[in-house]
């Protein structure tokens, strides 16, 4: 597995020019392309456009160098273009069907669950984040200029995608060299992921569907992930010390020394959110050490979280803790048990039983700080009673915000539930100051080479399933 940390990931000199690179998939095992696609993929869910959603979504904070333009809602469409073209290119979508298209030839049933399984979480994500997209025309040679499907007409694709692949799956077959690097070909922990993302993505639909979102999308996580150690939690594969194959976000960091601070600094909205509950992920999440007047030192021994329009530091945003999130081999959790059930918790409140929702988020809680006790055994997490109504949706979104920290899915929770409010400890506003972004702007390459492509399109403007 090789990673290239920077804004180009998987590209540059050595990598374009290698003289091993095989031009014909065809020239190749299945399995062996499907390392290079769960690299790719890796690449997706992690890299820029982690950081940049992490940031609209103050969970980490950017106010110096060029991606301090990302942290002030000003994205650049022009450098979304590679993130755009992983999506679809090598390692994407084309792969990704090759793969399923030689799967089903071999009857290796396993690997083609697992292949429409990356595809569902890729694209189920990219209609999160963009909307409408190519998608059924998508690597498709008849289609010059596909068309861009409504992001409904994704997701319900997506849906049945993922009932596909678990119908695959529980086909089953052993094969040797599957390069599973999730589950290795553990076939109930990958149907279980599958019904934990189809959770998520009905959820999603809560605002336009209502009552009819909220019984399928519980109706789905109670079949969802169920080991609450993170032992069936969908996350990437990372290694220590293995120059390559660590953490995006640590790559990133270690060799963009600059951006340390630049982008991956705390955010003042998770910050002081963790401040304002006495959280003890406050200290795991982030380290006290700041960079101040060119060394890393404390700053009045606290965390700093900073806010997109905030004065220019210092004091830095204090980093990741290098012990975990901004760890060599961390590796964060893209589909998970402690989602799963945060949507239980919130299906049962839209569904009007608060008193189960309750229930369901102070046992959550009561987990999770467990867990986290593991690394600090001072760790304790907030609980809730004597609450109802708004005040409990509150909670439980406030819980899961700061629980799916890094995760992209928070954007699409905050515009269906308006939680958490972006306001400081202090009652001010941290929102930029057009507001909240709702989504990102379609890349200038896209725009320019597909007649199809939308324009003037604006980071404010709502998707489908966030109406006004």
């Not at 091993?20 to 690449?43: C, W």
């Not at 669950?113 to 190519?134: H, K, Q, R």
């Not at 109670?222 to 976000?249: A, K, N, T």
């Not at 002081?272 to 999440?285: P, V």
Request: glycine residues 8%.
């Amino acid at each position: 597995m090789l990673f290239v940390s920077c804004e180009d990931f998987l590209t540059g000199d050595l990598l374009d020019n290698n003289p091993n690179k095989v031009s014909d998939p065809d020239q190749i095992s299945i399995e062996s392309l499907f390392v290079g696609s769960q690299v790719t993929m890796y690449g997706i869910m992690e890299g820029y456009l982690n950081r940049l959603v992490s940031g609209f979504m103050q969970q980490i904070a950017a106010v110096v160098s060029s991606t301090s333009e990302d942290y002030r809602c000003l994205p650049l469409d022009w450098r979304l273009d590679d993130r755009w073209g992983d999506l679809y290119g090598t390692g994407g979508l084309v792969d990704l069907r090759t793969i399923q298209d030689r799967a089903l030839e071999q009857e290796k049933y396993v690997l083609l669950g697992i292949a429409e399984m990356w595809e569902a979480l890729i694209f189920s994500t990219a209609a999160d984040l963009w909307g409408n997209l190519p998608y059924s025309q998508a690597v498709n040679s008849s289609y010059t200029d596909p068309i861009f499907d409504s992001q409904k007409q994704i997701h319900n694709s997506v849906l049945g995608l993922i009932d596909d692949a678990i119908g695959h799956l529980q086909q089953g077959q052993d094969f040797s060299e599957l390069n599973d690097f999730t589950f290795n070909g553990d076939t109930q922990k990958w149907v279980s992921a599958a019904r934990t993302l189809q959770a998520r993505i009905r959820l999603n639909w809560a605002e336009v569907d209502g009552v009819e979102a909220y019984q399928e999308a519980l109706n789905f996580a109670q079949q969802g992930i169920s080991e609450s150690s993170g032992s069936g939690d969908w996350r990437p594969f990372h290694q220590s010390g293995s120059d390559g194959e660590e953490s995006i976000w640590y790559q990133f960091f270690n060799e963009n020394f600059n951006d340390i601070m630049a982008h991956g600094g705390a955010g003042r909205l998770l910050v002081d959110l963790l401040k304002k509950d006495s959280d003890g992920r406050l200290d795991i999440y982030f380290g006290k050490s700041v960079y101040n007047s060119g060394n890393f030192s404390t700053y009045n021994d606290s965390i700093v979280g900073l806010a997109p329009y905030d004065t220019l530091p210092p004091p830095y945003a204090s980093h990741l803790n290098t012990n975990t999130f901004g760890a060599d081999d961390w590796a964060m959790q893209w589909v998970s048990w402690h989602e799963n059930q945060f949507i239980i918790a919130e299906c049962q409140y839209g569904l009007g039983q608060e008193s189960e929702a309750l229930s369901t988020l102070n046992n959550t809680l009561a987990i999770i700080e467990q867990n986290w006790q593991q690394i600090d055994t001072l760790c304790t997490l907030p609980r809730y009673s004597n609450i109802s109504g708004d005040d409990i949706l509150a909670s439980i979104m406030n819980e899961k915000y700061k629980a799916m920290f890094l995760n992209m899915q928070s954007l699409s929770d905050w515009r269906r539930t308006g939680f958490p409010l972006y306001i400081d400890r202090a009652g001010n506003s941290t929102e930029c100051i057009s507001g909240v972004p709702r989504r990102l702007p379609y890349p200038d390459l896209e725009k320019s080479a597909n007649s199809n492509a939308p324009s003037g399109d604006s980071i404010y403007d709502r998707v489908e399933n966030d109406p006004s």
